[in-house]
Each structure stands twice: as structure tokens, then as C-alpha cells.
């Protein structure tokens, strides 16, 4: 965990829900912030080890966990496991108070996220849809960008307490928009990760010293937050960190569902989904994703 300082507001009562690689930083930094966590995790192991590292307490169901609740974070899988601890009588809807709101940081559908935004309504609840960008790094150093999609009203409240593990939180607008939002991000990601392993490659084959390469020209337009971060490691052909491939076909996956549905033509983000799933079938599936590098 990083040594960040935090923004003085009012401790508030909240609960994290799915306690993963994002999850667990991420709710400890609502822990060091000072408000009040209560934690839920499929695997209670984990809960119980986030406990012994931050405090707080651990509750067997998400209904449990949020009883008390202003606001509910959750950062799970995919949508049927955001469904799984939402919805259902043991689900947090249940369990939250009227008017608590509901910040889901999953990257998942716009689907999903204006099915649920409707079902808070209909329940007197508040629901934003939150996806963030920055890894696992940006988790542990509470510096993620948190794209929303929401009530102005809901977002407006949310946001001082989310400043504890970001360093951004946006409202782009209405339900669904922050998953939309992050599938822009993925769409930029997977074209500048293709064209970066593609000239490493090209570079290296011309017998250049590609470290000195990309000091050089990290200086000028060709400059990226991925080659500042991986340039050098798919130079040392280091992989084993960062963002996972499984992941990045999942998220790309959406993409392309929503790129049906709008009419998006994305020719080079469906051929990169492809160069991923070579990937995976070279044994990469919890690579980093700059591990495109290696089907080259």
C-alpha cells in the first residue's frame, strides 16, 4: 500500500464488495482514509486476511455487508457476478438502506449496468457505474482514473469518498456511460500495445539498442503510457505483471458486443482480440497484456 495522503472529509459507513487484486487495495484505502468498511469476498479467506491487514469487519453475505451502508463499492468479475452479489435475497440490494448509493468499479456491460440502475430505482436506491483504469498499480498507489455514468446527485455524493483510491473520478453521463467510457480506453489500449510490439520487434530485427530507441523517441510523439511502463520490459521479454490477458479478451469481448449493437466499425480492435486469443493459446493467459510482443 502506497503512503498517500488523504483528503480530510467525514467518515462515512461503507462496504466493499469482491476483494481481488483491485478490490483489496481499494478498500484499504478506504480504510487508511478513515471511514467505516465492512467487506464481503466469495472466498471468505480473503476477507478474513483484508480484516486482519486493515480492520473493519467481514460479513458472510453482501446483504450483510452493506446493512448500514451510505455507500456500497463493488469490484467483481464480470456480469453475472456483479449480478450474483447484487441482486437475490442475499444480494446487497436487499440489504441497503433507501437512498444509499451503489458504485459498481467491475468493467462490465452497459447492459448490466442500466439494468441495475433501474432495478435501485425501482427500489428507492442509487446506482453508478464506475470502471477504472490503472492496474493493479494504480489500486495499490490509490491513483486510478474512475470513469462514471449515474445521477449527477448519486455521483456528486460518491466522489469525495472515492478520491481515496483515485486520482480522478469524472461523471460522463448517463447510466452505463462509465462502461462505455472504458471500452474507448480499451479500444486506445489495444491498438498502441499492437503498434509499440510491433516496432520493438522491428527494431530489434534491425539490430538497433532498443532501450536507447525508447528514451529517444519517448521524448516525441510517438510517446505512450505504455511505452513509458512496458517498453523495456517486451524488450526483456518480461511478462509476469500487470494487466492479464484472460482480462483484455474479456473487456474486448465487450467491445465488440457494443460495437454490434451501436453499428462501431473497429477492424484493428477485432484483429487484436484475435492476436490475444494466440496469445492465450502460447500459454499466455495471465501475461501482462504487452505480451502481444511474443506471437511476433
Known sequence: MSNRTYEPIPSRRVAFLGLGVMGHPMAGHLARA??????????VARAEAWVKDYGGASAATPAEAVRGAEFVFCCVGNDDDLRSVVLGETGAFAGMAPGAVFVDHTTASAEVARELAAEAQRLGLQFVDAPVSGG????????????CGGDAAAFDAMRPVAMAFSRAVTLLGGAGAGQLAKMVN?????GIVQGLSEAVRFGQRAGLDMNAVLD????????????DNRGKTMVEDKFDFGFAVDWMRKDLGLVLDEARRNG??????????????????????RWDTSSLIKRL
Do not use: E
Open 264 to 285: 462501431a466499425r473497429l477492424p484493428l480492435t477485432a484483429l487484436v482480440d484475435q492476436f490475444y486469443a494466440d496469445v492465450q493459446a502460447l500459454g499466455g493467459n
Open 136 to 147: 493493479q498499480a494504480g489500486a495499490v498507489n490509490g491513483a486510478l482514473t474512475v470513469m
Open 216 to 227: 529517444v523517441i519517448g521524448k516525441g510523439a510517438a510517446q505512450s503510457w505504455q511505452m
Open 186 to 190: 480499451q479500444i486506445c489500449i489495444a
Open 34 to 43: 478513515g471511514h467505516q468498511v465492512t467487506v464481503y469476498n466469495r472466498t
